[in-house]
């Protein structure tokens, strides 16, 4: 069984940082695509950031703040925020697009998502 375990939410002052960590566990044959989505209360889950075969990708609302990083040794993707704001406050989930050892097709799993917070 896959299992996306998620790190390093929490609360934080506006203008602070927060550096978030997904660790993918389980009989994984082959990663295609990992990030980052999130979803803000009353609002549609939307992409962060992602990597896929080295192309990396972020929300137009990111503008420079955050970075992901992705060790593939480890199966584990980061994302580093920085410049946080009230309105970054949601859920962030972790997402990867993988195959299974035991299986020969793709498919997309997610975590159990880890609250962001910005708040004075």
């Known amino acids: 069984q896959v299992q996306l375990v998620e790190s390093g939410g929490g609360l934080v002052q506006p203008g602070g940082s927060l550096r978030l960590s997904c660790a993918a566990s389980g009989r994984i044959s082959s990663i295609e695509d990992m990030g980052w989505y999130r979803q803000a209360p009353g609002k549609e889950r939307e992409l962060v950031a992602g990597?896929?075969?080295?192309?990396?990708n972020y929300g137009d609302f990111v503008k420079g703040r955050f970075t992901i990083s992705r060790d593939n040794a480890k199966n584990t993707v980061y994302l580093q925020m920085n410049s946080l704001k009230p309105e970054d406050t949601a859920v962030y989930y972790c997402?990867?697009?993988?195959?299974?050892?035991?299986?020969?097709?793709?498919?997309?799993?997610w975590g159990q998502g880890t609250q962001v917070t910005v708040s004075s």
């Open positions: 997402h990867a697009y993988l195959r299974r050892a035991t299986m020969l097709i793709y498919d997309h799993y």
């Open positions: 990597i896929t075969s080295g192309k990396i």
